[in-house]
């Protein structure tokens, strides 16, 4: 069935270092969003893309959607500990809509 | 404007029982969505209500049901509690999320921290 994958699905990093999670899916996505939880909290929505290929930035946070539209990555330059959180993607295909496996981000001051 | 509310925000059941819960969208919004996550199965995507209408469904049993009211209030039900129910529901509000092809945001509110001993 239909999966979408996250990589690592756990990461620390010293404040100051880059951090970047990776998405796959096995099939071909019609979109992707991103969602960040906080620890305690719920997920909120980021961004979307939609475009093969296509790159946002928004501050220090960069986003990818794969030219085959199967996979996507989160880049953050430079963490700060209120990056702390569990970053989700998601995306649909066909009439469903799924998250990966989210990567758990702790930033070490 | 004032966003999703879910209520309750915690509850304790035992197994066998049923339980309903019960969520408020952003107001001018009319698609709700139900999710399960639970620390072993990660965000699992429940049903989507659209207009008092069940427009998707994902792979759970029939215990879990759901409806929506014409003020676009949805409320989801689980039947016959089992252990594995326990979860955090979420429920998250948009204009219409899986009608358009490009899916417009989700707003998710607090959850309901479901506990079944």
């Known amino acids: 069935g239909q999966q979408v994958m996250q990589i690592p699905q756990y990461q620390h990093v010293q404040e100051g270092e880059d951090f970047t999670t990776y998405c796959n899916s096995s099939?071909?996505?019609?979109?992707i969003q991103w969602y960040k939880q906080r620890p305690g909290g719920h997920p909120v929505f980021l961004i979307q893309l939609v475009k093969s290929g296509e790159v946002k930035k928004q501050k220090r946070l960069t986003f990818q959607f794969g030219e085959a539209k199967k996979n996507s990555s989160l880049h953050i330059t430079a963490t700060q500990t209120t990056d702390v959180g569990t970053y989700f993607c998601a995306g649909k295909t066909g009439n469903q809509f799924y998250f990966g496996t989210g990567t758990s981000l702790t930033v070490i001051p | 404007k004032a966003g999703v509310t879910q209520t309750p925000r915690y509850l304790i059941k035992t197994r066998g029982q049923q339980v309903t819960l019960s969520c408020s969208p952003i107001s001018g919004h009319r698609s709700v969505s139900w999710y399960q996550q639970t620390p072993g199965q990660g965000l699992q995507f429940l049903f989507e209500?659209?207009?008092?209408?069940?427009?998707n469904k994902g792979n759970f049993p029939g215990r879990f049901s759901g409806r929506q009211f014409s003020n676009s209030r949805s409320e989801m039900n689980v039947s016959t509690l089992e252990l594995g129910d326990s979860a955090l529901y979420l429920c998250?509000?948009?204009?219409?999320?899986?009608?358009?092809?490009?899916?417009?945001?989700?707003?998710f509110g607090p959850g309901t921290r479901l506990t079944v001993l």
């Open positions: 209500y659209f207009s008092e209408t069940q427009r």
């Open positions: 099939t071909t996505l019609s979109n």
């Open positions: 998250a509000s948009s204009f219409w999320f899986s009608g358009p092809p490009i899916p417009n945001e989700q707003f």
